[in-house]
């Protein structure tokens, strides 16, 4: 079976420090992405962050990073610096062989000033 | 990366009618998606748009409900037919550029509301 879980439905964070959001998955495809997106409410779906199954090295891209943690499952999305801007919902998302994306049902950040 | 345009951006509609959504891309793409995000749900996948062939649609989704064409490598549309209130979600348009890329971008969404 092929499921995303995002435990944390809502978190907050002090603008400028850092924050973890959890994501798990399982899967039993050996090829697979994972992927995090933000979801502003204007409801565009804005691409973060990807991580391949077989990516030797945790994935970055400005201030976020994926902590992949293969063994166990897990694909944590790290904010750094907290930006106000960064207030948002927060999906990570799989994609196993084939075209099918699955996701979570999404973290809400809030940054407080 | 894929600039995505859909229109109309936003719409309320009555009950029983019908609305079709555009989905543009300024570049070929391999595939084309279409999602339905229900309010404070997840995306659900409707469907994968076959260019010059029939969609292909996931369990609980239906060709009558959600007919979508895909003429060329470029421009999508997906009808919400005969709507309820339960039709009422974000719908999103989505791509990638090579059937082997794990890469999938999303458009800004339709926000459609039927009352």
């Known amino acids: 079976a092929q499921k995303i879980t995002q435990t944390q439905p809502g978190m907050f964070v002090q603008e400028k420090e850092a924050v973890t959001l959890d994501c798990t998955y399982d899967?039993?495809?050996?090829?697979?992405?994972l992927f995090w997106y933000k979801q502003p409410s204007s409801g565009e779906m804005i691409f973060l962050i990807y991580q391949g199954s077989y990516d030797q090295q945790n994935a970055t891209e400005g201030r976020y990073s994926l902590n992949f943690q293969k063994a166990r499952k897990s694909a944590n999305l790290v904010i750094s610096a907290s930006q106000l801007g960064d207030s948002a919902m927060y999906f990570c998302a799989m994609r196993p062989t084939g075209n099918q994306f699955y996701f979570g049902t999404g973290t809400s950040l809030t940054v407080i000033p | 990366s894929a600039v995505i345009s859909q229109k109309p951006s936003r719409d309320i509609c009555q009950r029983g009618t019908s609305l079709t959504i555009q989905c543009q891309v300024d570049s070929q793409v391999t595939m084309m998606f279409w999602y339905r995000q229900q309010p404070g749900q997840s995306l659900t996948l409707i469907a994968t748009?076959?260019?010059?062939?029939?969609?292909?649609?996931e369990s609980g989704f239906v060709i009558d409900k959600f007919p979508i064409s895909r003429p060329n490598l470029t421009f999508s549309t997906l009808t919400v037919s005969n709507m309820s209130p339960e039709d009422s979600s974000i719908y999103l348009c989505?791509?990638?550029?090579?059937?082997?890329?794990?890469?999938?971008?999303f458009g800004p969404g339709t926000r459609l509301t039927v009352t």
């Open positions: 899967t039993s495809d050996p090829s697979y992405g």
């Open positions: 989505s791509v990638t550029h090579r059937q082997d890329s794990y890469e999938q971008y």
């Open positions: 748009a076959n260019q010059g062939s029939e969609a292909t649609y």
